[in-house]
């Protein structure tokens, strides 16, 4: 259960400066450690942060990043490097993304119970940057930034999403 603020400072060091130098800023690192090879995954956006990365820029960004951590032998485990967009579940893993996210459906999860219970799914009505208002079943629950372990927007699928254009 990682945020953002939670990437380890000498792969943060390594990894931001390649996914700025490639017009990309960085929304999350996550390692996961354990029998090798660890997982090294990078979640990048767009300046815009519309999640509109091309395949072919985080494969290009995969490789430099790659290229930074081995000659630093930042890693010391065989890993496995995977870059990546936020996807339609996006990643909420800074303030800035929690603001971009009010008004939409989020599933949070936190790092210890907060009134017995330590996930939640809800509307984000609003974040003021240490706080997150959410409304859960008609219930409004304030969740403090400092206690979010895990957050995804939730991307709800409809009928449309499914219709494709007549081709004529």
């Not at 060091?13 to 690192?29: K, S």
């Not at 942060?49 to 890693?75: K, Y």
């Not at 893993?93 to 219970?117: C, M, N, Y």
Request: hydrophobic fraction near 40%.
């Amino acid at each position: 259960m990682r945020m953002y603020r939670d990437i380890p400072v000498e792969l943060g060091g390594l990894i931001e400066p390649v996914v700025d130098a490639a017009g990309f800023e960085v929304v999350d690192v996550v390692v996961t450690r354990g029998r090798p090879p660890w997982q090294l995954r990078v979640i990048i956006d767009t300046l815009a942060g519309d999640g509109r990365v091309p395949i072919g820029d985080c494969a290009d960004v995969s490789r430099e990043i790659e290229t930074h951590l081995d000659a630093a032998d930042a890693v010391p485990s065989r890993y496995n490097l995977e870059v990546s967009s936020p996807g339609l579940d996006r990643v909420l893993a800074r303030e800035k993304d929690f603001l971009s996210a009010r008004g939409s459906q989020v599933r949070i999860e936190t790092r210890r119970p907060l009134d017995g219970r330590r996930r939640f799914r809800g509307l984000l009505e609003d974040f003021d940057g240490d706080t997150a208002g959410l409304r859960v079943d008609g219930i409004r629950m304030e969740i403090p930034f400092a206690e979010v372990a895990r957050a995804n927007a939730v991307y709800d699928f409809s009928a449309t999403d499914f219709v494709s254009e007549a081709r004529g």
